[in-house]
C-alpha cells in the first residue's frame, strides 16, 4: 500500500511536471529607463546637450528618448537653443534624430517647426546643425516656410529649396516672443 501510494506521488510529480507552461523567455530589448534627465556632451568643445524625458530605451546602440522630450543646448555654460518633439533618436557621433521637431533659438528669437508628421525625419548634426525636409521659421524680422532646409544652430548660414519668406519692410512682425531670447 505504501509502495502504491509512493508510486502515484511520483507518477502525479511527473504529470505536473511535464504539464506545467514552458517559462517564459527573457525579454531581449537593451536598457528601459523611466524619467530620465540625460546629458550628452558631443565633441564640440564647450558644447552639452540636456534632455528630460519619460522614458530613454537602448536599442542596438541606439538611445531613443522619448515622451514629454524637452531638450536644451548649452554652448560654455549658457543657453542656446530649446527643442521638443516627440522623440528623439542619439545614434552613434552624438547626431539626433526626431520624426519632428519644434526649436526655439533665443539669439534672433527663431522660432522653427523642423519637419511634421508623415513629411519625413529631422536630422541634427552635432558639427553641423539642423537638416530637414520642410520648415516653418517666425522671427520678429522674418517669417515663412521652405523644402530641403538645412541650417547651422545660430541660423547664420541657411539653404533652402522653394522658400517663400517675408521680411517686414522697415520693421518688425513683433515682439522676441521665445522665453529668454534677444533679437
Do not use: H
Amino acid at each position: 500500500m505504501v509502495r502504491l501510494l509512493l508510486l502515484l506521488v511520483v507518477v502525479f510529480a511527473m504529470v505536473f511536471w511535464f504539464l506545467r507552461p514552458p517559462p517564459r523567455p527573457l525579454p531581449t530589448e537593451g536598457v528601459r529607463l523611466k524619467g530620465v534627465e540625460f546629458y550628452l556632451f558631443p565633441e564640440e568643445e564647450g558644447v552639452e546637450w540636456r534632455f528630460t524625458a519619460q522614458e530613454m530605451v537602448e536599442e542596438g546602440g541606439v538611445f531613443r528618448i522619448q515622451g514629454g522630450l524637452k531638450g536644451e543646448r548649452y554652448v560654455e555654460d549658457r543657453l542656446d537653443l530649446r527643442l521638443f518633439a516627440p522623440e528623439v533618436a542619439v545614434e552613434p557621433g552624438d547626431n539626433l534624430r526626431a520624426p519632428f521637431a519644434r526649436v526655439e533659438i533665443l539669439k534672433g528669437c527663431f522660432r522653427l517647426q523642423l519637419s511634421a508628421p508623415g513629411r519625413g525625419e529631422v536630422l541634427i548634426r552635432q558639427k553641423e546643425g539642423f537638416f530637414a525636409p520642410w520648415v516653418r521659421i517666425e522671427a520678429p524680422n522674418l517669417r515663412g516656410e521652405a523644402q530641403g532646409f538645412r541650417s547651422d544652430f545660430g541660423m547664420e548660414r541657411i539653404e533652402a529649396e522653394s522658400p517663400r519668406f517675408e521680411f517686414p519692410a522697415g520693421g518688425t512682425f513683433g515682439p522676441c516672443t521665445v522665453e529668454g531670447g534677444s533679437s
